[in-house]
């Protein structure tokens, strides 16, 4: 049974850091592009990041771009965000997804978290408040 269970959100001021990680289990997690998105209340899930198979190629939303950092441990089958500067907008629950095995564009990413409409994780909740 595959799992990916998000933990590390919590309440931070503005300006702030928080480290997300996905443990992963039920398939062969070193061998899947992963990715991080989010859902802020009454909006739609958005793309944040993606990492490749052996984490040497990554990509980001300009929104995140120069903040936050993907990373895996393929050992320890886990997924991770490192977020700082953390704003008021990032506030949303995060989810961890799989990709498949092919690497893609960020306009590729963009496009299908943008048109999913069903997708369901435990997730993390992160607010950003001061």
């Known amino acids: 049974q595959v799992q990916l269970v998000e933990s590390g959100g919590g309440l931070v001021q503005p300006g702030g850091s928080l480290r997300l990680s996905c443990a992963a289990s039920?398939?062969?997690?070193?061998?899947?592009?992963m990715s991080w998105v989010r859902q802020a209340p009454g909006k739609g899930l958005e793309w944040v990041s993606v990492?490749?198979?052996?984490?040497?190629?990554?990509r980001y939303a300009d929104s995140v771009k120069g903040r936050f950092t993907i990373s895996r441990d393929n050992v320890q089958n886990t997924l991770y965000l490192q977020m700082n500067s953390l704003k008021p907008e990032d506030s949303a629950v995060y989810y961890c997804?799989?990709?498949?095995?092919?690497?893609?564009?960020?306009?590729?990413?963009?496009?299908?978290?943008?048109?999913?409409?069903?997708?369901r994780g435990r997730g993390t909740q992160v607010t950003v408040s001061s």
């Open positions: 990492i490749n198979n052996g984490g040497d190629r990554t």
């Open positions: 039920g398939f062969s997690f070193g061998n899947y592009v």
């Open positions: 997804a799989g990709e498949g095995r092919a690497f893609y564009s960020i306009d590729y990413y963009q496009a299908k978290w943008l048109r999913n409409k069903d997708y």
